[in-house]
């Protein structure tokens, strides 16, 4: 059995900055990446950002410069500064077992409840 715990998002104006943390808990930690994917109204679901445990990094082009993912043991940070109107939606934190090529996959490995971050002008 695997969790995917994910921490409160938030509300904040243009310009501000919040941080996101997930949890995964596992009987063992094989090789796996995780990170956080994003439904916006009126799009696909798209990746953000992903670390794994070497600390490469995936970050997609819309957020980079402006979020960067890190993570301590089972837990991944994701700080996001400089949040536009644009970044709001419902955020999922992902585990992908078995290497990088897990992690353009849309619905495998296992997910995290979501959360919901709101960009105000």
């Known amino acids: 059995q695997v969790m995917v715990i994910q921490s409160k998002g938030g509300s904040v104006e243009a310009g501000g900055s919040l941080i996101l943390s997930c949890t995964a808990v596992a009987n063992t930690y094989s090789q796996y990446c995780m990170g956080w994917m994003r439904q916006r109204v009126g799009k696909k679901r798209e990746r953000v950002a992903a670390i794994d445990l070497d600390g490469d990094r995936d970050v997609a082009d819309s957020v980079k410069g402006r979020f960067t993912i890190s993570q301590a043991k089972n837990v991944a940070y994701l700080q996001m500064n400089r949040l536009e109107p644009e970044d709001t939606g419902t955020y999922y934190c992902?585990?992908?077992?078995?290497?990088?090529?897990?992690?353009?996959?849309?619905?495998?490995?296992?997910w995290g409840q979501g959360t919901q971050v709101t960009v105000s002008t």
């Open positions: 992902t585990v992908r077992w078995g290497g990088w090529a897990q992690w353009v996959e849309p619905d495998v490995g296992d």
